[in-house]
């Protein structure tokens, strides 16, 4: 039997390696005032200290650069990563390029790995996954999809408007998805991913939409409205096969949210550091706030949710290693809308603690604040995924025969007289 809560020592030691460089490197970047070709230059020598380490976009196979490793200390990567948002692009794993490099390397063509993954990996693309359209069209029900592409000649022509597409403002290429056969009676063969480079003809990237973090959203990077118009685009461009637009959008979505659970929990470590030291630090009514009870109760409340949260998130990893994503969809589904309440709490508690100086943006939890309401939003609202989670619970269930429910006390009372009748009746007896 193995049950094993451990991570084993080499792997550790990249960890504990990882935890300091984040910190002493990737933390000071937050707080330059820079612009893009500035923060490239800050980059680029972090990047190459993690390639040099193997572990520069680790969540792909080996024939493609990455490190093989599995979901599990994929996960455990994340979570030093999520600390910062600069991160993950220091370690080759942000989103949505991560996701999109996943897609092209599973489904992608030679010729399309060449084109579009490797130099993805190389750092010198950026890419957007535009899924979401605004109303009629998909949002948390993608089988809403309006954005039509139909073949003609050898192009694909789009058409269709999108919102939502992250970084597409500054992307080397989208991955959209898009129906190209409206009529098929199965509506999850519809759709199918078509790769649109920027500067293709039809293709109108209309503003970075703004929202409650766009501030903090730096070098053009942000969440952008999409007008594709007559939009054409090579007829290789096609990612997998006709209508496997919802299949490869599930490949992408499983790993994706558990990276996002793991960072979330990376970011509420932090908030969580803060809390404590604040409460140690900043004394009132004759002293420190760590000694008043509900500060102490929330301290324990985010440590035990904080820690549910990462087992939970480490076990839908570890089933995904074992299983698959599609075995793991309850799993993935509980982390995401769990995962995104501990992540709000955290830092909502942090912030009272500091009282004012939380509220200000003299401290990052204020940004942090902001950004975790979008986690109850992103990758599918908490609503859909408690659906699911629901619907996957009670498959294991069937409901009770006759009117009463099976734990009935007057109805199991009678049963198990019925099945002692012979000893009761003894025990009477001897009386
Ligand atoms: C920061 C951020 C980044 C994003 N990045 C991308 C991206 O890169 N690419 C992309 O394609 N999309 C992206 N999205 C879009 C995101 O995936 C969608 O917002 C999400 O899927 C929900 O769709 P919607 O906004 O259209 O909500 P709607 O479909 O309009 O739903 C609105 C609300 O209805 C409720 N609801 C829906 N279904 C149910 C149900 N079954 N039961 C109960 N209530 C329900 C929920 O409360 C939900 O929030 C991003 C969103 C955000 C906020």
């Excluded at 300091?20 to 490197?25: A, C, L, N, Q, S």
């Excluded at 759709?191 to 109108?204: E, T, W, Y």
């Excluded at 604040?278 to 509900?294: C, D, S, V, W």
């Amino acid at each position: 039997m193995s049950w094993d809560f451990s991570t084993e020592p080499e792997f550790q030691e990249k960890l504990d390696w990882m935890e300091k460089f984040v910190k002493e490197e990737v933390w000071p970047l937050e707080v330059i005032d820079t612009d893009l070709a500035g923060f490239t230059r800050l980059v680029r020598p972090l990047q190459e200290e993690v390639k040099a380490r193997g572990l520069w976009a680790t969540h792909l196979p080996p024939e493609h650069g990455g490190q093989g490793y599995g979901q599990v200390k994929l996960g455990l990567m994340h979570e030093i990563e999520g600390s910062s948002l600069f991160g993950p692009t220091v370690f080759g794993n942000q989103a949505p390029d991560s996701g999109n490099s996943e897609i092209l390397a599973l489904y992608g063509t030679k010729d399309q790995k060449q084109k579009w993954l490797r130099p993805l990996l190389d750092g010198e693309f950026r890419s957007a996954f535009s899924m979401t359209e605004p109303a009629p069209g998909a949002g948390a029900d993608p089988t809403m999809l309006r954005t039509t592409a139909r073949r003609e000649g050898d192009e694909w022509v789009i058409n269709g408007h999108k919102w939502f597409t992250s970084n597409a403002m500054i992307a080397d290429f989208l991955i959209a998805m898009v129906v190209t056969d409206p009529d098929n009676e199965n509506q999850y063969a519809r759709a199918s991913m078509i790769i649109v480079p920027k500067g293709a003809p039809g293709l109108n990237l209309a503003r970075n939409i703004p929202n409650m973090v766009s501030e903090h959203e730096p070098f053009g990077m942000g969440h952008s409205e999409v007008f594709y118009e007559n939009c054409r685009v090579p007829i290789d461009n096609l990612l997998g096969g006709e209508g496997q637009g919802f299949l490869i959008a599930q490949m992408r979505l499983g790993p994706g949210r558990i990276h996002h659970c793991m960072r979330w929990l990376g970011q509420a470590r932090r908030a969580f550091d803060m809390l404590c030291e604040r409460a140690l630090q900043r004394e009132a009514f004759g002293g420190p706030l760590a000694r008043k009870q509900t500060v102490q109760n929330w301290i324990a409340d985010s440590a035990a949710e904080m820690q549910a949260a990462r087992l939970m998130t480490l076990h839908a990893a570890w089933k995904m290693d074992q299983e698959g994503p599609t075995a793991a969809r309850k799993e993935i589904s509980m982390i995401k809308f769990f995962g995104a309440k501990v992540l709000h709490d955290v830092i909502d508690r942090a912030i009272q603690v500091h009282g004012s100086l939380g509220f200000s943006s003299d401290l990052p939890l204020e940004g942090m604040y902001r950004a975790a309401r979008g986690a109850r939003i992103y990758d599918g609202p908490d609503e859909v995924h408690r659906v699911t989670v629901a619907r996957q619970v009670l498959k294991e269930y069937t409901p009770n025969e006759g009117a009463w429910p099976r734990d009935h006390i007057p109805t199991r009372r009678e049963a198990a007289q019925r099945k002692f009748a012979v000893q009761l009746e003894a025990a009477t007896a001897n009386l």
